[in-house]
């Protein structure tokens, strides 16, 4: 049995790994997450700050919560980048289009780009069936059409087969 020390970072390596793919509920709750632990560890560190009034402390502070925050950042570039995976897309051309929208963020265009990008990843579908990247995450065949219609028509077929020829007539 695995210890619990070497699960968690088994997990850590897996979050902080650009393999693999992620789908769309999983890439939602770890950027809430992120975001919640980021407000969480931010307000922890300046209500210490707030108590103890020291300049070196504050000095600690603000170096920890850089660290904190560059922790943060390749953490969810690392989810984008699965997350891009999923859509069939490249890592190496999503960070180019990520630093390409950061950079026009200075003429204020970028903002909207980087949401545009961000929203694109929340509502996409991701490539059904394995890919280039991996299996689906969904284990969803390739080629087929996974609309409620067709699943729901699936189920009432599946339901007709298992009838007896009596009840059928």
């Not at 504050?58 to 984008?80: E, N, R, T």
């Not at 999923?86 to 949401?115: A, E, P």
């Not at 890919?131 to 009432?156: C, H, I, K, Q, T």
Request: include cysteine; charge should be neutral; glycine fraction near 8%.
């Amino acid at each position: 049995m695995e210890s619990e020390g070497n699960l968690i970072i088994r997990k850590l390596k897996d979050y902080y790994s650009y393999n693999k793919r992620l789908n769309r509920w999983p890439y939602f709750l770890r950027t809430v997450g992120i975001y919640v632990f980021l407000f969480t560890f931010a307000a922890i560190l300046g209500v210490i700050s707030e108590i103890v009034k020291n300049e070196s402390i504050d000095l600690l502070i603000s170096i920890i919560l850089v660290i904190g925050c560059i922790a943060a950042i390749l953490f969810m570039w690392m989810q984008d980048i699965k997350r891009y995976h999923d859509l069939n897309g490249s890592g190496w051309s999503y960070i180019l289009i990520r630093i390409t929208f950061n950079i026009l963020s200075i003429i204020l265009i970028g903002y909207f780009l980087n949401f545009i990008l961000t929203m694109h990843l929340f509502l996409s579908k991701g490539t059904a069936g394995p890919n280039r990247f991996g299996s689906d995450p969904l284990g969803r065949e390739a080629g087929r059409n996974y609309n409620a219609a067709s699943l729901n028509s699936e189920v009432v077929d599946a339901d007709y087969e298992n009838v007896d020829e009596n009840e059928k007539q």
